[in-house]
């Protein structure tokens, strides 16, 4: 195949243009360097009245909003799902592992549920907390400080309430509770389980004059027209493609890092979408955020006499380690919240209470704990599949008739409407050597690249986690004077614990350590083996408790660009 | 009244409000050009492309429209919001037919939905000699209780009951998700508007309120638009 260079030498190429990637390019670009940043998918821009879908009602959907083309429904704001055309994934064995790719300007965080939670001193001592096998090679006290720029720069909403595992931040005030959270409320103190309000990158109130202020739709996970949530697209790389330091690549997949005689990167190379031709490109510093698997993929990928194992692979461990939060759901039929006088309550897009971990002094079967988030869209604009298949399902808890036609149908359908709420349990993994990503020998993508084959399984201490969520629902169901809907699944089920992949917070290919024999990148996120290639996706976590890793992922970053830009400015990169 | 006995109440009497039907004439057809034009909702071009090739396909013949059409309106008959024409209904189970015809989806339109609507129709033939479009109302609301419950359903009718539930819940997510649809539901939402809590009544009909301490630390929405500023202990003062 042709390939052909650029003549410009980058100071930094920068893979991936989601969480890490926007809030490298920025502090890069801020510090005068000037970047390449690679994305594989398309240009995107929420306020771009062609692409938005925001404040769409359902009825201009032909489907009705039905996820036929995209996973989540019509206006979800992903290009790309669990599955991408062209772009398959192999498993091993009965392995069932989904993974997610958005292919667009901004990655993820377009779509993503805007929780922004800190991980706690505990999660990055796990191995003394939690007896996982290593700690993290940095504290929270190293970290803290890049978490308190990100509220500032970025904002998120939440409140002070001096935990001992969910820092407090810099926040701005969280809305006031919906009608169902305050069934919540009131059903989780019967337990002596806290609620607290949530901890999302809305804004709610203005923190510079970019950005618009929530406007209170609900429809975050559309991507926000006047960047009140935060996407990295939005917020993060459009106005740095303003100060003239960044070349953009859209609709280019990183085939590989390039490296010389020595084993020190000299750029990447990658395929234009559109025409199919492969490009290198040249840089000093070449920073990995293409997602955890993606950017393991391509190091396992950039194979070479002095890497034969892949790039920064000496350890072995590049996909190792892969883990994605345990989560659990049940669906809670209230009776009281039947027949709702109907208001505008869609809120922002999500929840605006929920519950952090409460059990940290006792003793479980089960090392990691797990919070509870709540569902949100009560009263939300009905999509596809309002009212359920069976409309008055419900009417059997109650000895009526189920099914019909007619009046009876119509008013049924108004009775229930509202009176369910969902609570969803998000756990740590347990990291484990044994759950990982490699690549598939026998498979590629239709740019010809090779693809990952997944293998991982849930431990029966993630098991554990799960029947204790699912024993917690039926007895907040019962404080709420509700029903669980459906059977609660037991152990021939799983637990209903989910299928690996599914929650969409992959971590862990990439270990972070001290020791390169047990890691693959330092403390700074850079390849032990390669003094000039970097990563800052989710790859370099150990561990990530039970919290959700964006403001992680960028915190992280924001260390490592600095760290980026000190080393470039001693030249010793 | 405590609101639990209110709730019981409420749904004991819900049944036998009575409506009237008025006819329900089908409109003009819009020509396909007008319906893309429509649909402006974000796409990506091969989404896009993927629109336009189904919105300018036909499935579904004249009579086959006719029937959904006559059954979608005895599904959810005409109120003071509108009727399943206005809900465009019929060209939702139109589009969806197509959508999901795909073998992924085990040609859904036509192992489903067409076949739908011959069994539903044999079931008028076999009790009345006539096809359902020939039937009054009344005949049609016979064989329909006698499908549409789960309770009552005998075996030979049990494929009939399981297409005609497919339809219901093609025609009440047709209507529920219109604009008329939501009217009727009362849904309030998709504007841009500042959010300040649940309406008071609503409070009180429910018997929660929101705690002091709680609501304190949530957002004062008059000074929404000040700029953030916090002391180095993270407490915000504007």
């Known amino acids: 195949m042709e390939i052909l260079k650029s003549k410009e030498r980058y100071d930094v190429i920068v893979v991936g243009s989601g969480a890490a990637g926007g809030i490298t390019s920025k502090i890069l670009t801020d510090a005068g360097l000037k970047i390449a940043l690679i994305e594989a998918g398309p240009y995107f821009d929420p306020a771009d009245p062609k692409q938005q879908t925001q404040f769409k009602p359902t009825w201009a959907s032909p489907r009705r909003g039905s996820s036929v083309t995209r996973r989540f429904g019509d206006f979800h704001m992903s290009y790309g799902d669990w599955k991408v055309d062209g772009e398959p994934y192999s498993s091993k064995d009965d392995t069932d592992f989904m993974w997610w790719r958005s292919r667009m300007l901004g990655g993820r965080t377009n779509h993503w549920g805007r929780i922004a939670s800190r991980l706690g001193p505990k999660d990055f001592k796990c191995k003394d907390f939690y007896d996982l096998d290593e700690n993290w090679p940095i504290t929270y006290e190293d970290i803290k400080p890049y978490y308190d720029k990100l509220d500032k720069l970025i904002g998120v909403f939440g409140t002070k309430e001096n935990l001992p595992n969910d820092p407090d931040g810099f926040f701005l005030p969280p809305p006031k509770p919906r009608l169902h959270e305050l069934y919540y409320i009131k059903g989780a103190r019967k337990s002596g389980i806290n609620v607290i309000p949530s901890r999302l990158s809305v804004l709610t109130k203005r923190i510079n004059n970019e950005r618009g202020i929530c406007m209170f739709c609900g429809q975050c996970e559309r991507s926000c027209s006047v960047y009140a949530c935060f996407s990295s697209s939005s917020s993060l790389v459009i106005p740095s493609l303003k100060g003239g330091l960044v070349d953009l690549y859209t609709d280019s997949m990183v085939r590989k890092v390039n490296t010389d005689n020595n084993g020190l990167a000299t750029g990447v190379s990658f395929i234009d979408k559109k025409n199919g031709k492969e490009y290198s490109l040249r840089a000093k510093v070449v920073v990995l955020g293409a997602s955890s698997c993606s950017s393991a993929r391509i190091l396992l990928n950039s194979k070479s006499n002095a890497h034969p194992n892949g790039l920064g692979n000496s350890s072995g461990l590049i996909g190792k380690y892969l883990q994605d939060t345990v989560g659990t759901s049940k669906q809670i039929f209230v009776p009281e919240l039947m027949n709702r006088k109907t208001y505008n309550e869609d809120g922002v897009g999500g929840a605006h209470v929920y519950t952090p971990w409460w059990l940290h002094d006792k003793k479980l079967d089960f090392p990691v704990g797990y919070h509870i988030e709540t569902s949100y869209r009560n009263l939300g604009m009905p999509q596809f599949g309002v009212g359920g298949y069976i409309p008055n399902d419900f009417n059997k808890f109650f000895g009526l008739r189920v099914g019909g036609y007619g009046e009876q149908i119509r008013k049924d359908v108004k009775k229930y409407w509202g009176s369910t709420i969902s609570l969803e349990s998000r756990g740590g993994a347990i990291p484990d050597i044994n759950n990982y990503c490699e690549i598939d020998k026998n498979k590629k993508d239709i740019y010809g690249i090779p693809v990952l084959k997944f293998n991982y399984k849930w431990a029966n201490s993630e098991l554990n986690q799960a029947k204790h969520a699912q024993d917690i629902y039926e007895e907040l169901a019962y404080n709420m004077d509700g029903i669980i809907l459906g059977d609660k699944p037991g152990k021939e089920q799983n637990y209903g614990i989910s299928t690996p992949g599914s929650i969409i917070h992959e971590v862990g290919t990439t270990r972070m350590g001290n020791d390169t024999n047990t890691s693959v990148v330092n403390k700074y996120e850079r390849l032990h083996d390669v003094d000039n290639v970097y990563v800052v996706d989710a790859g370099p976590f150990v561990f990530k408790g039970d919290k959700n890793p964006t403001w992680t992922i960028m915190a992280l970053a924001w260390r490592t660009s600095e760290h980026i830009i000190s080393e470039l400015k001693k030249q010793n990169i | ?238």
Request: hydrophobic share 35%.
């Open chain 2, 1 to 238: 009244m405590k609101r639990r006995d209110s709730i019981k109440t409420i749904f004991l009497s819900s049944i036998g409000a009575s409506i009237s039907l008025e006819s329900c004439i089908t409109p003009v057809g819009e020509s396909i050009a007008d319906k893309v034009w429509e649909y402006q909702y974000g796409r990506t071009p091969h989404e896009k492309s993927r629109d336009e090739k189904f919105l300018n396909s036909i499935f579904f013949d004249q009579t086959e429209l006719k029937i959904i059409e006559r059954i979608a309106n005895i599904i959810i008959p005409p109120n003071q919001y509108g009727n399943v024409n206005d809900a465009k209904v019929v060209e939702m189970i139109e589009f969806i037919a197509k959508d999901w015809s795909t073998p992924a989806h085990n040609n859904y339109g036509e192992n489903v939905l067409r076949k739908g609507l011959i069994v539903i129709n044999q079931l008028f033939i076999k009790n009345f000699n006539k096809d359902l479009l020939e039937c009054s109302d009344d005949e049609i609301k016979i064989i329909f209780d006698k499908i549409s419950y789960q309770d009552n359903v005998s075996e030979d009718l049990s494929e009939a009951a399981s297409l005609f539930a497919t339809y219901r819940y093609m025609v009440v997510t047709g209507w529920f998700t219109s604009e008329v649809g939501m009217k009727d539901l009362g849904y309030k939402g998709n504007i841009p508007n500042v959010w300040d809590g649940v309406p008071d009544e609503v409070l009180k009909d429910h018997s929660v309120s929101y705690d002091k301490e709680w609501i304190e630390k949530c957002v004062d929405q008059s000074k929404r638009n000040d700029l953030a500023v916090w002391d180095d202990d993270g407490n915000l003062i504007t």
